[in-house]
């Protein structure tokens, strides 16, 4: 067969997610191929905030939506914006979006995410080493910010859990916000201080580093789309835009696309993308540094420093096609906002970066082996936390691949959850 290759195994998808596991699996010994069309601005993990928290367990879809919906409906909630007919075409991650909409699944989300979080930041820290790329992680902390009492009171109950889970926290009052980020120029009421939190500058150079770090431990790229998943007896056929892969294992990590690749064998799962920008600015020469990222909820958007007194801006979520063409409104307004948080100068990208998250309605990724073909591993649906849970996610499905007890819990995370309607 012309441009036929074998392997043990082949990770579909190059961005964090797939990088990662594809470097575990070449540590387990295992003969690994990478499949990616190696397109950088392409991956998600290329243009996000680059947040590593520990206290970053909360689903989007939380008790606080029923009385927010009208809001988010008449699209007036600045970090949310939607197209109405999207929702419709998404109805199964809908209907388990507004099922999930409850205290006791937030809760239970929550605990089953905080083993993957809290193994976040140090399994960043063992690839920064083996990449080379110390300089880009730093333990930092984040801040939430919120410009009045009640949008802090409307923050309680995500407080009182992330103490139950003894997540550290400092909660500091208006007067000391400037003192502690002393780059803000806008007045807070109040903020929260998580400094467990890591962030990385450059998530894209990150990503770069581990595809050279893969390539030193042996392992090897397909620079090319999958087209085509076809299972036989003795395990898959990969097919490629240059040929076939031929393994016992697969491994779907593909970010937003996964879904659409597992719909190919059958899989229909509740799925969707929330989309989100960044646009790059200059801090003012005379402004103080901004040391940590900071998300400011009543904009809406997180702004990152990412090093050399660039701030990326990054707007909230957009539901709508993966394909569809971009709609600036969104990151414009948190532009706009952001001018009046930091002193900001002029945009220094010509358009802003438009990126795809891989969401799942209950905010937890799917992770676990496909419950109707042997030898297909599931490592998706990562929403807002795949570029810190990446790296245990690899290693997560190094486990499964290898058949160990994996590193941490992952019954939470099995695809069969989302492969049935919600009960409502
Ligand atoms: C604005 C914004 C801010 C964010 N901030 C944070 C943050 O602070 N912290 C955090 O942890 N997360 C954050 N995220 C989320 C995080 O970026 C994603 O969860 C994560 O990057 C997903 O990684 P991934 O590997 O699953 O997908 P990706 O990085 O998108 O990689 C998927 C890869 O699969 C490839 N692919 C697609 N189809 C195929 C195919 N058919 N064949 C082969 N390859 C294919 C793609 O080209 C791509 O290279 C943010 C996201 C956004 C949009």
Same mark, same amino acid.
Request: charge should be positive; proline fraction near 7%.
């Given at each position: 067969?012309?441009?036929?290759?074998?392997?043990?195994?082949?990770?579909?998808?190059?961005?964090?997610?797939?990088?990662?596991? #594809?470097?575990?699996?070449?540590?387990?010994?295992? +003969?690994?191929?990478?499949?990616? =069309?190696?397109?950088?601005?392409?991956?998600?993990?290329?243009? /996000? #905030?680059?947040?590593?928290?520990?206290?970053?367990?909360?689903?989007?879809?939380?008790?606080?939506?029923?009385? %927010?919906?009208?809001?988010?409906?008449?699209?007036?909630?600045?970090?949310?914006?939607? &197209?109405?007919?999207?929702?419709?075409?998404?109805?199964? @991650?809908?209907?388990?979006?507004?099922?999930?909409?409850?205290?006791?699944? @937030?809760?239970?989300?929550?605990?089953?995410?905080?083993?993957?979080?809290?193994?976040?930041?140090?399994?960043?820290?063992?690839?920064?080493?083996?990449?080379?790329? %110390?300089?880009?992680?730093?333990?930092?902390?984040?801040? %939430?910010?919120?410009?009045?009492?009640?949008?802090?009171?409307?923050? /309680?109950?995500?407080?009182?859990?992330?103490?139950?889970?003894?997540?550290?926290?400092?909660?500091?009052?208006?007067? +000391?916000?400037?003192?502690?980020? =002393?780059?803000?120029?806008?007045?807070?009421? &109040?903020?929260?201080?998580?400094?467990?939190?890591?962030?990385?500058? +450059?998530?894209?150079?990150?990503?770069?580093?581990?595809?050279?770090?893969?390539?030193?431990?042996?392992?090897?790229?397909?620079?090319? !789309?999958?087209?085509?998943?076809?299972?036989?007896?003795?395990?898959?056929?990969?097919?490629?835009?240059?040929?076939?892969?031929?393994? &016992?294992?697969?491994?779907?990590?593909?970010?937003?696309?996964?879904?659409?690749?597992? %719909?190919?064998?059958?899989?229909?799962?509740?799925?969707?993308?929330?989309?989100?920008?960044?646009?790059?600015?200059?801090?003012?020469?005379?402004?103080?540094?901004?040391?940590?990222?900071?998300?400011?909820?009543?904009?809406?958007?997180?702004?990152?420093?990412? $090093?050399?007194?660039?701030?990326?801006?990054?707007?909230?979520?957009?539901?709508?096609?993966?394909?569809?063409?971009?709609?600036?409104?969104?990151?414009?307004?948190?532009?706009?906002?952001?001018?009046?948080?930091?002193?900001?100068?002029?945009?220094?990208?010509?358009?802003?970066?438009?990126?795809?998250?891989?969401?799942?309605? +209950?905010?937890?990724?799917?992770? $676990?082996?496909?419950?109707?073909?042997?030898?297909?591993?599931?490592?998706?649906?990562?929403?807002?936390?795949?570029?810190?849970?990446? =790296?245990?996610? $690899?290693?997560? !499905?190094?486990?499964?691949?290898?058949?160990?007890?994996?590193? !941490?819990?992952?019954?939470?995370?099995?695809?069969?959850?989302?492969?049935? @309607?919600? &009960?409502?």
């Amino acid at each position: 067969m012309p441009n036929a290759q074998v392997a043990d195994i082949v990770v579909i998808g190059g961005g964090m997610v797939g990088l990662a596991s #594809a470097i575990a699996l070449k540590d387990r010994g295992l +003969d690994v191929v990478l499949c990616d =069309p190696g397109e950088s601005r392409a991956r998600t993990s290329f243009g /996000n #905030a680059g947040v590593i928290s520990r206290g970053s367990i909360f689903p989007m879809s939380s008790p606080g939506l029923w009385p %927010k919906l009208p809001t988010y409906l008449r699209n007036a909630d600045r970090g949310l914006r939607l &197209r109405h007919a999207h929702l419709a075409r998404v109805l199964p @991650w809908t209907l388990h979006f507004l099922a999930a909409a409850r205290t006791s699944a @937030w809760r239970r989300a929550a605990k089953s995410l905080l083993p993957l979080t809290s193994a976040a930041y140090g399994e960043h820290e063992q690839l920064a080493a083996r990449a080379g790329t %110390k300089g880009l992680l730093h333990r930092t902390g984040w801040i %939430k910010l919120y410009r009045d009492e009640a949008a802090f009171a409307g923050a /309680n109950l995500e407080r009182a859990i992330l103490a139950e889970h003894g997540i550290a926290m400092e909660i500091i009052d208006g007067a +000391d916000v400037q003192a502690l980020e =002393p780059a803000l120029i806008r007045r807070y009421a &109040r903020a929260v201080l998580l400094p467990e939190t890591g962030s990385l500058q +450059d998530p894209g150079a990150l990503i770069e580093a581990c595809e050279g770090l893969y390539s030193a431990l042996g392992g090897r790229f397909v620079q090319a !789309v999958t087209t085509r998943l076809v299972p036989d007896h003795e395990g898959w056929t990969v097919h490629h835009a240059g040929g076939q892969v031929h393994a &016992r294992q697969v491994v779907l990590a593909a970010g937003a696309a996964s879904a659409e690749i597992a %719909k190919t064998l059958g899989y229909r799962f509740a799925f969707a993308v929330e989309r989100g920008y960044h646009r790059h600015y200059a801090l003012h020469p005379n402004s103080p540094p901004l040391t940590r990222p900071i998300l400011d909820t009543g904009a809406g958007s997180i702004l990152a420093p990412m $090093g050399e007194g660039r701030i990326r801006v990054l707007s909230g979520v957009e539901l709508n096609a993966r394909h569809a063409p971009p709609d600036h409104l969104q990151i414009e307004a948190a532009a706009q906002e952001a001018a009046g948080t930091l002193r900001l100068g002029g945009p220094l990208d010509n358009q802003p970066w438009l990126g795809s998250r891989p969401s799942t309605p +209950d905010g937890m990724p799917v992770i $676990g082996r496909a419950p109707r073909h042997q030898g297909l591993i599931f490592a998706f649906g990562h929403g807002h936390i795949g570029m810190s849970t990446g =790296p245990i996610t $690899g290693r997560i !499905v190094a486990d499964i691949a290898t058949d160990r007890p994996p590193s !941490v819990p992952i019954a939470a995370f099995a695809p069969d959850r989302l492969l049935s @309607w919600p &009960r409502l």
